[in-house]
């Protein structure tokens, strides 16, 4: 073996890029998929990730728990393909040409002509795929970039297009209206997941309107209401342009108030009076009535966002009007309110039949607000869900929506048409008060959800859809899940089931361009459709040959109609890019145009990994179409991890730079430190971690350099043994080798074995078996978390007792075949080692088998000397070996790993009474007494060669061993007798 360096002059880093030139030189990856070929399937599925920004800890997270998995199921004898995969579409990568382009509305894409702006988007779909390359190779990550899978190729959009028909057919496909999360700066709707992205506290105006009532006849209360104003608080002024309704509480019990100042007769929900301005007067110390303005700049209508009523001052009554509260009339429940009839608020949709009535619906609570919600179908979920059940708007066209893809107000908004609908509130808030309909204009500071990539405000629209019928399917869905393997478990039990439990359907369509084109034909009356499957059909129905089906290559297609209606044309809509994702099993094969015996052979995938945030987004969309073409899950076995944070517990942000560069970092401690602090960590079970460059380095201290250690000592022992001795060292094949070297033992030797010196082979052993068992078995459950603390367990064993108490042994005191039966079993111990721990750490792995390799190749030369038989191959790489197997427990390995932990616990507690008693260790005892209720315990100590040694006792003192007395407190102790030197004894 070739001789190290010194730990300390040792460097991780500068070793990995050695043993990355050396990869490259042996093509190992491709080598080692070329070695596994023929061995059962591996099926894992990469998720895509966008190559429009470069990777951050998430991604190198995601990508080393797949590394792991991939290398240890290979070396245990399966072939595994691992393919790299890029979502090339969607809104972030036209958001990046937006910005480039300085396009700020769909009008401007097409004048430039959608042609010039999807190829300006292919541009840069990978614009850093090269730099993605890199990190990830520098990783250790072996996955295939040259035969990688695009969701822009046109076999993958292909496959999309045949899942999509394959849908429609099944009659799971439907056009309908859905309130979305819009964004107004991307000019599109968002997933419901993608709008939770990105939340920010921030301060809106909060308004208290007045709808007076003009006609109570269709009402319970009947001419009760009359004069009365319903009192209705939002905090979006811009939605009351498009007011269709009133709703209530059904339940709810709501009070008529006269406000003697102004004269005005109110009704709000009863426990919500105090938030009217004046109508329950604020007592200040003292039990005098507060004025209004004690309130401040939060005014009433920010109060009525959060403020309970107070309980002090109960509702109001005409005993309270002098002092200032408003007098109660009456009282109704919200049923008996509904069918009033009131005046719009503005008159761009009066004529709009059946509107501007009380509606009623058990959503509305009476913790905030007013108890009254003013409805706008267009533009909130429980609005347009209440508008279509209480019959004030319908399904189909006809919804009042006078706000753009730019969310600018459309020309039916006369007085605010062109403004951005969140600039108009100020002026609509005018507008109200000169109508002497506002009631309180106050502000109020919440948590309102923002664009995750143009980081600009939300707000929710109704957009014409494709939907999946997933509500339709859930039933499926969730026995599906059940059939799947997650870690942590409680993200599929919990998490995961309730969001599939509550899944409604899903909004597949989006009304941009760079994306894989809906395939859906219609007539201009929308009532004939046709839907197509593949670039054939669709060929034979346009005449030409079709290399792209983007939307600039096939919008331009008309198919004639069936019916006498004229030619159908497609619609204009894209995929949500998560379709895209979704249908990856299928996308990336070409399925079922190529690769059917393969894919349907190997499906489920055997593996996943990605982040918690993908319980919504990937992991979602894999289960919704797998159950509904093949009434499957689409995988068996998950791991998910949770998020990187920075130090602080913020999110990562490259503006704040409150997080060090991964490259940096990775130069700084090699690799494979981070990888084993990134999964011996909370985030490896789903939950956070903050992310702490020092936790790297505690890596490379507690667990890099104590292992290296111990593999510098063999090497330096094996040469100065080979100097020694005139021999080359050979380790034999097997870590029986160690057992025939102390065959021929002296008789001395045989002594001192039993007293306790050769014990520590056959327990390092049983100790690396233990070991190899435990991994094997914990990686057959994807519990990766668990493997690193058994590591650094086993390293601090190795190199605390084994190296440490065996250091004369291993020099050669004992003569020379215990020396080479130490040295034998260290050797077999870190090969071993090297091959469980592969995976995990690939480069310091592959550095140390590369020396011991070399011992490997010389037991191998000498047994083919003379022998007609062909020796075992020496791999050239790590990666390239089997995984140990688990080897049956021999007779007597739990009792000697007992014993050794025993001397252990002797050892260590001997040191603990020297350094409380300030005796140093090479002070020399007289005697040592060691108390213990176990008479086991004792034997296990008496006389040990080993124990007497590293308690200062060799030549000088003795061991003695105390039972505990019956009836004694049960506490074992350790007694030092010492000596001033070695002459006094």
């Known amino acids: 073996m070739e001789d190290v360096i010194e730990g300390k002059d040792y460097s991780f880093p500068g070793e990995e890029e050695k043993i990355l030139a050396l990869w490259d030189k042996l093509d190992a990856f491709k080598e080692q998929l070329r070695r596994s070929d023929g061995k059962p399937e591996y099926i894992f599925y990469d998720g895509p990730p966008f190559a429009t920004g470069l990777p951050h800890y998430g991604h190198l997270l995601a990508g080393t728990l797949k590394d792991i998995v991939t290398r240890y199921t290979c070396a245990t004898g399966h072939h595994v393909t691992r393919r790299f995969g890029w979502d090339c579409h969607g809104l972030p990568v036209e958001y990046e040409i937006d910005k480039k382009l300085d396009i700020k509305t769909r009008d401007d894409v097409l004048a430039m002509g959608i042609d010039k702006y999807n190829e300006e988007c292919r541009s840069i779909v990978m614009r850093y795929s090269k730099e993605w390359e890199v990190t990830v190779k520098r990783l250790g990550r072996w996955i295939d970039f040259d035969n990688d899978y695009k969701t822009l190729d046109p076999e993958y959009m292909e496959s999309v297009w045949w899942v999509f028909k394959q849908l429609f057919e099944r009659g799971l496909v439907y056009r309908g209206f859905k309130v979305m999360p819009f964004s107004t700066a991307c000019s599109t709707s968002l997933s419901n997941f993608e709008a939770g992205l990105n939340y920010k506290d921030v301060d809106d105006p909060a308004i208290m309107v007045s709808f007076p009532i003009v006609d109570a006849s269709a009402s319970a209360a009947g001419s009760a209401l009359d004069g009365s104003h319903l009192v209705a608080w939002t905090t979006t002024p811009w939605t009351l342009p498009s007011n269709l309704a009133l709703c209530v509480h059904p339940e709810l019990t709501y009070v008529q108030v006269r406000d003697p100042a102004k004269a005005k007769v109110y009704i709000v929900a009863d ?61 109704f429940q919200g049923a008996q309110l509904v069918g009033a009839r009131y005046t719009p608020l503005f008159p761009y949709f009066a004529s709009h039949p059946n509107a501007f009535r009380v509606v009623s619906d058990t959503y509305v609570t009476d913790d905030s607000g007013t108890g009254v919600v003013h409805q706008a179908p267009a533009f909130g979920e429980d609005d347009y869900r209440v508008g279509l059940g209480a019959g004030v708007i319908s399904k189909g066209e006809g919804l009042p929506c006078p706000v753009d893809l730019n969310g600018r107000f459309t020309q039916e908004v006369t007085d605010f048409a062109g403004r951005y609908v969140k600039d108009a509130d100020r002026d609509i808030i005018a507008a109200i008060k000169a109508a002497d309909r506002l009631v309180d204009h106050a502000s109020l500071n919440h948590s309102y959800p923002f664009c995750w990539r143009s980081d600009t405000p939300l707000i929710y629209r109704a957009v014409p859809s494709w939907f999946v019928k997933v509500e339709a399917i859930k039933e499926r869905l969730l026995a599906n899940n059940e059939l799947t393997y997650w870690v942590p478990t409680y993200v599929k039990e919990k998490r995961f089931h309730n969001w599939l439990e509550g899944a409604h359907d899903w909004a597949i369509s989006r009304s941009r361009f760079w994306g894989t084109p809906i395939p859906i034909w219609v007539s201009d009356d929308a009532e004939e459709v046709h839907v197509i499957g593949s670039i054939d ?38 995929f949500d890019c998560w379709f895209e994702s979704g249908s990856m099993p299928y996308g990336q094969l070409h399925y079922p145009f190529e690769n059917k015996a393969l894919f349907e052979a190997n499906f489920p995938a055997d593996f996943v990994a990605e982040g918690l945030d993908q319980t919504r987004g990937w992991f979602y969309t894999l289960m919704v179409l797998s159950s509904a073409l093949f009434d499957k899950p689409a995988f068996k076995n998950l791991v998910c991890n949770g998020l990187v944070l920075a130090a602080d517990g913020k999110k990562m942000s490259k503006r704040l730079k409150n997080y060090p560069d991964p490259t940096e970092v990775i130069n700084k401690y090699g690799a494979d430190a981070l990888r084993l602090y990134l999964i011996n960590s909370p985030v490896v079970r789903a939950e956070t971690l903050r992310f702490k460059e020092e936790g790297v380095f505690s890596v490379v201290k507690d667990v890099f350099l104590p292992w290296y250690n111990a593999y510098r000592f063999l090497v330096q022992y094996v040469r100065h043994w080979e100097v020694k001795t005139g021999e080359t ?45 435990f991994v094997r078995s914990e990686m057959e459950g994807y519990r990766l978390y668990t493997v690193v603390p058994r ?26 075949g215990d020396c080479l039966a130490a040295l034998t079993t260290l050797f077999h111990v870190l090969l071993t080692v090297t091959k469980v721990m592969a995976p995990f750490t690939p480069f310091i792995c592959e550095a140390m088998y590369q020396n ?77 007494t060691v108390v213990h209720p176990d008479p086991d315990f004792l034997a296990d100590i008496t006389g040990k060669f080993v124990v007497c040694c590293q308690l200062g006792l060799v030549g000088v003192g003795h061991l003695a061993t105390v039972p505990l007395e019956q009836g004694r407190v049960s506490i074992s102790h350790i007694e030092l007798h010492t000596v001033s030197s070695v002459s006094q004894v």
Not at 562 to 573: A, E, H, M, S, Y
Not at 894 to 919: D, F, H, L, W, Y
Request: one cysteine or more.
């Open 791 to 816: 590591l650094v367990s086993f390293i601090d064993q190795l190199t605390n007792i084994y190296v440490r108490y065996n250091r004369r042994r291993l020099r050669g005191g004992k003569g020379h």
């Open 852 to 928: 011991l390799r070399n011992a490997l190749l010389v037991a191998t030369q000498q047994q083919q000397h003379g022998s007609t038989t062909t020796a075992a191959e020496v791999p050239e790489s790590v990666h390239w070996c089997e995984m140990p197997e688990v080897q049956q427990e021999r007779e007597g390995d739990a009792r000697i790993q007992a014993s050794v932990g025993r001397m252990q616990a002797v050892i260590e507690a001997g040191r603990a009474i020297r350094e409380k008693n300030n005796k140093p260790l090479k002070q020399p005892l007289r005697k040592v």
């Open 271 to 331: 426990a919500r009076l105090p938030a009217l301005p004046g109508a329950v007067p604020k007592q200040k110390k003292g039990g005098k009535a507060a004025d209004k303005n004690s309130r401040g700049k939060k005014g009433a209508a920010a109060v009525a966002a959060d403020d309970p009523a107070p309980a002090a001052n109960g509702p109001a009554t005409a005993d309270n009007t002098a002092a200032g509260g408003f007098e109660v009339l009456a009282k």
């Open 537 to 574: 059909e669709l060929e034979q129905v346009a005449g030409r040959k079709i290399n792209d089906l983007h939307r600039h290559f096939i919008d331009d297609i008309t198919i004639p109609s069936n019916q006498g209606k004229g030619v159908l044309r497609r619609v204009d809509d894209v």
């Open 729 to 773: 060292f050979n380790p034999g094949l097997s870590a029986e080798a160690a057992e025939i070297a102390l065959g021929g033992s002296s008789n001395q030797l045989k002594q001192d074995q039993s007293a306790g010196v050769a014990v520590l082979d056959r327990w390092i052993s049983a100790a690396v078996r233990s070991l190899t068992a």
